[in-house]
């Protein structure tokens, strides 16, 4: 952040655009993009405090009173890679009391399933690093993912969705095999299987191969870093849907930007959240009270550790109700840190964190 400070200081901070301006060039691809996002968001919360408005007012006004979100956060741990254990857990996400109406599930190359499933593909798994295995799957590997997604459908019926995060590490062949071999199960998409979760680079041409040879909707875009990165995929309708995170793609105005781009090309718009914390939940909610109609629903963040929950004012309780968010009406974010409350949990070290 220290890094973006002297272009920062001096400026209005409600000339977003302004500020944008001059730090737009200095991110890149998530992680690298989260600090010139995390200002931006920070930009509308000051504007939008100060005009006493709503951050949604700002960006034209919001067009639902509620926000659709789907199961990224709420998770539990996992008790092997059977079809069985994946049963059981979506089987806890469709109990839970939030009433999520779409449950997004890791799989593949994106889980555990690759090391705890012999024979799952042809590699060597690697461990260490952010997914890093890739490579041809088995048709004993293929056989045994489907069946996990079989026996999760079996638990969630036709009522509740099911979103499949997959890796990356499919090849364009194995990626058309799996999105064909559940055609039947009517997904809501399957995510990020060649490109995704810090891939620094897009690959909209192989995404294309592989939407064109199925009718199961694909997903990515949660990596990837301003509008322009986004130009391809949507203009080639390389992917169905895709996932921007408004903490990774430069903030909640260039969130909108490019659901806007995207609606007039008919690919429809599933945003990413689930590192977001609170105060990114609180950006989600507002930008995608604005969006067009080809929002589907963002991925909804928890907060770790649990005391973010004393930490930040003005998120309602509970937060999510039969699978939606309420919008609110408070100027800005609608959210406010609460500094008493936080110093209590400040380490050693970090007592002038306020000052
Ligand atoms: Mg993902």
Known sequence: MLFYRE??????????????????????FKPWGSAVSAIEVALWDIAGKAAGLPVYKLLGGKVRDRVRVYNGGVRFPINGASPQAFADDVAKMKERPEGFTIIKEGVAFHSHMVRETANFFYSE???GGRYPNYGLMTEQGLKHLVACVEAMKDVLGDEIGLALDCGPGFTVPDAIRFARAVEPLNLMWLEDMITGDYTPHVSADLYREVTRATSTPIHTGEQIYLRHNFRELIEQRAVSIIGPDPLDIGGIAELKWVAEYADLHGVMMAPHGIADGLIGLAALVQVSATLPQNYIAFEYPVARPDWWYDIVDGLPDPIVKAGHIDVWDRPGLGVTFNVKAARQYLEAGDEDFFN
């Open 125 to 127: 798994v690697r461990d």
């Open 7 to 28: 272009l920062v200081l001096g400026e209005d901070p409600t000339n977003v655009e302004r500020v944008m301006f001059k730090l737009r060039r200095l991110g890149a």
